[in-house]
């Protein structure tokens, strides 16, 4: 091979891997500007709600046009989807791998999923208010595969629990986790009002009081 044969492949992306670096820098710099415009949907949402909240007031929040925001998403729904459906994932994800953590010693892993879902809500009240007034919202098919994580996550818990007291049926544990669940998910009401590790402290001894009985 000539040397010019040799630059010329390294021209279209050859092994000194000039070309698919900038590619993935490139990518990273759009995914971060997506998470960023994601992170302006979900907070306006929030406070705002859906229907009060236009592409354009996403596009002016975020300091582009409206119409630039089809390059990251097809429009709101997408955002919607897009916002709620990793967060599913993310809650199952971390209750297996607290479960796990603690395998043959329930006690010990309903106070670690407890810390993880409070340390959850905390640092995502504008997410949870999604989940609780948006939801519905989203198309059939988005809406269901959040719906079935969420009852996988429901079960971790709901195992965690007849394990540890073994006179509730499977129908009574699901029953206090959805309830706790409430508890716990009340952080967007409750921002500013004490300090957030206080919070946390608050939080955590109440959802185990309730599952305790």
């Known amino acids: 091979m000539t040397t010019q044969q040799t630059r010329s492949n390294r021209t279209a992306g050859g092994s000194d891997g ?14 971060s500007r997506r998470e960023e415009i ?45 916002a709620l459906n990793p967060v599913s994932e993310r809650l199952l994800a971390g209750g297996r ?4 953590q603690h395998r043959g010693n329930p006690a010990a ?11 959850f809500a ?10 609780l007034h948006e939801l519905d919202r989203l198309p059939p098919e988005p809406r269901r595969e959040i719906r079935r994580l969420q009852r996988l996550y429901v079960e971790e818990w709901v195992g965690v629990l007849t394990e540890l ?3 509730l049926s499977a129908a009574e544990a699901r029953v ?21 590790s206080r919070c946390a402290e608050l939080l955590r001894s ?3 009081a309730a599952l305790l009985g």
């Open 97 to 100: 791998e607290r479960v796990a």
């Open 109 to 119: 892993a309903l106070e670690s999923l407890v810390e993880f879902h409070v340390e």
């Open 176 to 196: 206090l986790a959805h309830a706790t669940f409430g508890l716990m998910n009340s952080t967007p009401f409750l921002m500013g009002m004490v300090d957030r």
């Open 165 to 167: 007291r073994t006179e």
């Open 18 to 31: 000039a070309v698919p670096a900038r590619t993935a820098a490139q990518a990273a710099g759009k995914k």
């Open 122 to 131: 905390l640092d995502n009240p504008a997410v949870i208010a999604l989940h």
């Open 206 to 208: 109440a959802a185990l």
């Open 38 to 82: 994601l992170k302006i949907a979900v907070e306006l949402f929030a406070t705002r709600g859906y229907h009060g909240v236009s592409m354009d007031d996403i596009g002016s929040a975020a300091g582009v046009t409206g119409p630039a925001l089809y390059h990251h998403f097809s429009g709101k729904e997408d955002m919607l989807a897009s």
